[in-house]
Nanobody, 119 residues
Framework: QVQLVESGGGLVQAGGSLRLSCAIS????????MGWYRQAPGKQRELVAA???????NYGDSVKGRFTISRDNAKNTVYLQMNSLKPEDTAVYYC?????????????WGQGTQVTVSS
């Protein structure tokens, strides 16, 4: 079983910063893509940022230049540094990881962490 545990969410004023972390544990052979998604009330879940096993990154248009995704493969952890936060960044942020286990693949999600940006 693969588990993802997020941390680092909270309440911050507009213009502030937060850093999210997601630790992945379980019987894992390899982690390929890792990413962060978010879902605001009444909206669909959207990609925030993703990072491949080789370090290639992809960002949603609304966060380019403000957010940075990184990963520590030794710790099976992915991070999201969020700067210049805006009220429209308010959402539940979910961690996602895809990879392989012995004889199977996985595509797992964390439980989500709330980020609230006040104006």
């Amino acid at each position: 079983q693969v588990q993802l545990v997020e941390s680092g969410g909270g309440l911050v004023q507009a213009g502030g910063s937060l850093r999210l972390s997601c630790a992945i544990s379980g019987s894992i052979f390899r982690i390929n893509d890792m990413g962060w998604y978010r879902q605001a009330p009444g909206k669909q879940r959207e990609l925030v940022a993703a990072i491949s096993s080789g370090g290639s990154t992809n960002y949603g248009d609304s966060v380019k230049g403000r957010f940075t995704i990184s990963r520590d493969n030794a710790k099976n952890t992915v991070y999201l540094q969020m700067n210049s936060l805006k009220p429209e960044d308010t959402a539940v942020y979910y961690c996602n990881a895809q990879g392989s286990r012995w004889l199977s693949s996985f595509n797992s999600w964390g439980q989500g962490t709330q980020v609230t940006v006040s104006s």
